[in-house]
């Protein structure tokens, strides 16, 4: 079962490193996503008012970055369980 530890959508033996590892990127990427709706939020409120168009203009393009950011998070999380070792994951 270790072989496949992030492809399963079951994992049925968590080492404790591994769930808070998996919690931090968790966290990471919740963060991420309310910063996007915040941004669109603020974005679509300030499109009302004309003179402040070219900061909702920015506010969008933004969150539209921090989408690309969301799978990076994803990412950049299952490189780093796939480089920890087998060894520490059985006790």
Not at 41 to 64: C, D, R
Not at 68 to 87: A, C, F, W
């Amino acid at each position: 079962m270790a072989e496949n530890r992030t492809d399963s959508p079951l994992t049925l033996r968590l080492g404790h490193e591994e769930l808070i590892i998996r919690r931090r990127y968790e966290v990471l990427s919740i963060i991420n996503d309310f910063l996007i709706a915040i941004w669109f939020l603020v974005g679509s409120i300030l499109f009302l008012f004309p003179e402040y168009e070219k900061a909702a203009i920015w506010l969008f393009i933004i969150g539209s970055f921090q989408f690309l950011v969301r799978p990076t998070i994803r990412l950049v999380g299952h490189i780093h369980m796939q480089r920890i070792p087998e060894s520490r994951w059985e006790s």
